[in-house]
């Protein structure tokens, strides 16, 4: 079993940025891939980025690339997301997720956090 909580969300205008953390215990985070997906009210549940277990290898979806960045340290079993130039459009709650393959499918994931807001205001 693996534990998620993220933290970091917030209010934040247009423009700003937001960095959210996602702490793991339980088994061993380091053989994990993680991803952090979002979720805005009445949509399904998004891909936002994924990074490999050693972090050398890291995925975006479109919509995000360029302006968010994900990255990850072992030692705190801690994967992050640093979110910059936000956009209202940007407004979900944003959950991680651990898997044992990077990948953009939320079925390709065995463990979630209980996610975090993140609201942008124009």
């Known amino acids: 079993q693996v534990q998620l909580v993220e933290s970091g969300g917030g209010l934040v205008q247009a423009g700003g940025s937001l960095r959210l953390s996602c702490a793991a215990s339980g088994r061993t985070f380091s053989s994990y891939a993680m991803g952090w997906f979002r979720q805005a009210p009445g949509k399904e549940r998004e891909f936002v980025a994924a990074?490999?277990?050693?972090?050398?290898?890291?995925y975006y979806a479109d919509s995000v690339k360029g302006r968010f960045t994900i990255s990850r340290d072992n030692a705190k079993n801690t994967v992050y997301l640093q979110m910059n130039s936000l956009k209202p459009e940007d407004t979900a709650v944003y959950f991680c997720?651990?898997?044992?393959?990077?990948?953009?499918?939320?079925?390709?994931?065995?463990?979630w956090g209980q996610g975090t807001q993140v609201t942008v205001s124009s």
């Open positions: 990074i490999g277990w050693s972090g050398g290898s890291t």
């Open positions: 997720a651990a898997g044992t393959a990077t990948g953009w499918d939320v079925n390709e994931y065995d463990y």
